[in-house]
C-alpha cells in the first residue's frame, strides 16, 4: 500500500456518510472471520456502502490506493472466503438489502446483495413462489452467487449459478458492467454470467441479482427410507436418477450421524444409513415417482421407508437430518465444526463415501457423513479444536486423503463450500494448465489484485 | 501473415500425413460458406485432425506463424460463425466424430467433437438415454457447443451451456487444458465450462466433450393448440410456465406460418395461431399436467385442443411445425432463408411478436414467425435473395429494428445462433461495458487473435 490506512478513511468519508466508514475493533473484529476454522485476520476499515454507486467510488480509492478489498455478506462461508488475510478494506453489504424487483410473469426476481435467502422466500411467497437455492444457512444472495452456492434442492432445480440470469458487477476500478440481460437464453458473447459466479469476490463486488425463481409446487411429501449399507443407499439413489424420477433432495446420513441425531433428539431411529427425501409435483404424478421409488428401493434392501404429507410430519420425518449439525456441536462442547466438501462421480460415490469413513476412523477423529448424494456431493463433518494443532493436522490429513481419491476419479475438491483459503493447495491438481487461464483473466481485469488477494490462488 | 501459404502447408505436411491437408479449390470452397446468407470466404488451408495432438500442432504452427485459424463442424451455423473472413486455415472435425465414453450410471457421455447430434442418440438409445438439445439440424457437438445450441427442448433441460460437464480445448498457443470435471457441481475456481462455450471458436478448439444425458421419458404425449390470437397463444404458455407445469417442447407457430404449412403439406389446419407441445413423464402425473394445461388454455380462448401418444400420430400431429423451413424454401424457389433470433422475457415476448410481425409486412417481405416460446426467443423465417441488395437492405432493417425493440426489453440479439458475423454490430448496445471484458479476455487467451478472428467483436 502507497499511502496510509488514516488517508483511505478519509477519502471514504469524503464520499460516504460517517457512519459508513468504521475502523472500530469490535467492528472489524466481526469482518476478520467466518463461520470456519479458518483464523481470524482483521480488516483495517470496514465500509458499509448503500448504493452502486457507493461500490464504485470505494474501488475507485481502493484500486488508486493499491489496497485490498474484500467483500462481506453475512460471513456464513466455510472456507474463509471472506475473511481479508491482507487486511484493506472489507465491504459489507448488510444495507444494500432490497428486493428491487418482483416480475411472476417471467419469474424473475431482482435483488441486491444483501437480501438473504429467507428474507427472499418470505416475500416471494407472497407471490405463490420461491427461490429454491437452501444451502442451509441464511446466506446473502451476493455471498451464495459468489461461492456458487447449492445444497439439498440441487437435484432438482440446480445450483446457484444456473439461478443467476444477470449480475450488475463493480471491477475492480470500479467500472459498473452487467454479466448477463433478462431474456431466458442467449449467445451473445461470452458467458460472463458463469464466470463473476463462483469468482467468491475476486474479480468484482456483485451490486444487483437478477434470479430465477419458481412457483412452490403443488404437493410435496417428505420420504426416510433406511439401508443396510451406504453402498445400497447410494445404488438405489442412481437408480432412481437413471429412471429419471424427479426427487426434489435427496440426503444421505451414514450410521455414527444417526447415532448423533439420536442422542440430540432423544430418538430411536434405526442408526443404519438414511436417505432423507423429498418429491415435488403434482398429486398423482408424485404418488407415481413415489411408488417407483418404493420398488427401486426394494431392489436395494431398503429396511424400512416412511412418506408424509403435512407440514409437522414432513419437518418430524426430516428432524434427524435438520439437526444434524446442531448434534454434532452440542456432543463435543468446545470444539468448532469443519466439514469437508468433494464432489465425485455417482459411479464412484459409494466406494468414496466408504473410504472416508475409513480414512476418518484411522486418524481417529469424531464424526460422520452426510452427502447430497443425487449431485455425488458429500459433507464429512469433523469435530475439532482449531488450536489443537494436532487435531488441526489430522482433519487436514483426513481432508488431503479424500480430496485426492476424489479428484483422481474426476471429482472436485469442493462441491458448493468454495476454494477459499482452505482448498487453495488443491487447485494445480484439480484444474493443472487451466489454472493458468484463470490467472491471465484475473490479471486482465484486476491487474493490481486488490479484490479478495490470497483466495482460490495466489498471483 | 509472417510467412507464406505455401511455408505453412509444407509445416502442416510435417506433422500431418498428406490427406490431412488440402489447398484442393472444392475442399475450400466447401469449408467457406454456413447455411446463412453470409457472404462466402475461402479458407487459404483445410486441415482434417485425427486427435487432440494434431490440433495442437496445428495451433503452434498456426500461433507461431500468425495465422488465423477457424474450427469447422458441418457448417450448419446461420450467423456465419464458421465462416474464415480472414482466411487462413479451417480445421475441419469430421474424423473426430468417435464417441469415447457412455456411463449410465453417471448420465455422462464423453464424446470427439466432430460427432452428430443423431449419431449420439443412435447410440445413446441402447441404454435407453438421449441427448435432449435439438437445434433442428444435425450439428456437430463441438460446433453446438462452440454456439450454445439450444432448440425446442431448451424449456425443459437447458441449452447446450447446462449440459458441458467438461471441454478438453486446445487454446490458441496448443496448450491442451481441461475447464471442469465429471462431477454434477463444483465450486472450484472459475467456471471455465461457461466461458468456452458459447465461445464461437474465438478462444480455442474444442477437442473433446463431457456432456449430460438423460433417460429417455417413461411416456411422451404430443398437443396441438389453437388460439385466436398470438397473445393469448403467449399468455397461455407464461401461465402454464408460473404454475410450474413441466412441459417437454413448446413452440408457437404463427398465422402466416400455418398458411405455408398447409399449401406445402396440403393439409387443412386452422390458419390461427398454434401451439406445438409435447409433454414427457410418468403416464398418471402426465395426464394431470395435461389436464391442467387444457384448463389454461381455455383461459386463453384456445379454439381447439388434440393430444397424441404413439409415435406416428405424434409427428402427424407435429406435421405443420416439422416442415415449417421446407415449407417457406419450397414456396419462394431461388431464395435462400434466413431467420432472426431475438430472445426476450416472456412478459413482452407477445407484444415483441407482434411487433415483428408489423414491421415484416411494413418492408414487405415475404415470411412468418415461429417461437421457442417457453424461453421467450422467436425466429423470423425471412425469403430473400441475397444477391438482391434491396431485399437483403429491407432484411437487414427489419432484424435492426426487433434486435433494438428485444435488446430495449431486457432481451438478447440472440437467442441460439450465436453471433457470428451478422450480430457484430449489436454487441455494444446489448453489453455495455460488459464488451471491454470480453475483450480483455479475449486478449489474454489469444494475444495475437489468431482464433476466429473478426467474429464477435473485432480486437
Not at 419437518?315 to 456432543?331: D, M
Not at 490429513?397 to 469442493?414: D, K, M, W
Amino acid at each position: 500500500m502507497t499511502i496510509g490506512i488514516e488517508q483511505i478513511v478519509n477519502q471514504l468519508r469524503n464520499i460516504l456518510a460517517y457512519e459508513q466508514v468504521s475502523t472500530n475493533e469490535t467492528v472489524r473484529e466481526l469482518h476478520g472471520r467466518d463461520e470456519s476454522h479458518h483464523a481470524t485476520s482483521l480488516p483495517d476499515i470496514v465500509v458499509f456502502p448503500h448504493s452502486t454507486a457507493d461500490v464504485s467510488a470505494i474501488l475507485q480509492i481502493a484500486h488508486a490506493a493499491r489496497v485490498a478489498v474484500v467483500p462481506f455478506g453475512v460471513g456464513s462461508s466455510l472456507e474463509g472466503n471472506a475473511i481479508p488475510i491482507e487486511q484493506g478494506i472489507s465491504i459489507d453489504f448488510s444495507k444494500m438489502n432490497t428486493i428491487l424487483d418482483i416480475r411472476p410473469e417471467d419469474l424473475l426476481v431482482k435483488v441486491q446483495p444483501g437480501v438473504t435467502r429467507s428474507q427472499l422466500n418470505k416475500e416471494l411467497k407472497k407471490h405463490g413462489l420461491q427461490f429454491t437455492v437452501d444451502p442451509g444457512a441464511d446466506a446473502t444472495l451476493g455471498g451464495m452467487a459468489a461461492t456458487n452456492a447449492s445444497g439439498t434442492t440441487a437435484v432438482r432445480y440446480g445450483v446457484m449459478r444456473d439461478q443467476v440470469r444477470d449480475l450488475e458487477v463493480v471491477l475492480a476500478d470500479g467500472t459498473v458492467i452487467h454479466t448477463g440481460s433478462l431474456a431466458a437464453k442467449s449467445s451473445s458473447g461470452y458467458h460472463l454470467n458463469g464466470l463473476f459466479v463462483g469468482s467468491e469476490g475476486t474479480l468484482g463486488c456483485f451490486t444487483e441479482l437478477t434470479l430465477k425463481v419458481y412457483g412452490i409446487p403443488e404437493f410435496v411429501t417428505a420420504g426416510r427410507a433406511v439401508f443396510p449399507t451406504v453402498g445400497e443407499a447410494v445404488s438405489a439413489v442412481a437408480a432412481l436418477l437413471q429412471a429419471g424420477i424427479m426427487v426434489g433432495r435427496v440426503e444421505l446420513v451414514d450410521e455414527a450421524s444417526m447415532v448423533q441425531a439420536n442422542i440430540y433428539n432423544e430418538t430411536s431411529y434405526e442408526e443404519k444409513p438414511t436417505l432423507f427425501l423429498e418429491f415435488h409435483g403434482n398429486e398423482t404424478g408424485m404418488q407415481e415417482d413415489i411408488e417407483f421409488a418404493t420398488a427401486i428401493f426394494e431392489d436395494f434392501n431398503c429396511s424400512s421407508i416412511a412418506f408424509e404429507t403435512d407440514n409437522a410430519a414432513r419437518n418430524k420425518l426430516w428432524e434427524a437430518r435438520h439437526s444434524l449439525a446442531y448434534a454434532y456441536i452440542h456432543a463435543y462442547p468446545g470444539k468448532k465444526l469443519m466439514s469437508t466438501d468433494v464432489c465425485v462421480p455417482i459411479s464412484v460415490l459409494a466406494e468414496t463415501i466408504l473410504y472416508a469413513r475409513k480414512q476418518l476412523d484411522a486418524v481417529g477423529l469424531a464424526g460422520g457423513l452426510v452427502g447430497h448424494v443425487g449431485d455425488g456431493n458429500f459433507h464429512a463433518l469433523l469435530m475439532l479444536d482449531p488450536a489443537n494443532a494436532e487435531e488441526q493436522a489430522k482433519a487436514d490429513r483426513f481432508n488431503e486423503h479424500i480430496v485426492q481419491y476424489a479428484l483422481l476419479r474426476g471429482g472436485s475438491c469442493t462441491g458448493e463450500h468454495g476454494v477459499g483459503i482452505g482448498k487453495m493447495k488443491y487447485q494445480a491438481t484439480e484444474h493443472g494448465a487451466s489454472l493458468l487461464v484463470m490467472k491471465s483473466i484475473k490479471a486482465a481485469l484486476d491487474p493490481h489484485n486488490i479484490m479478495n488477494p490470497g483466495k482460490i490462488f495466489t498471483m
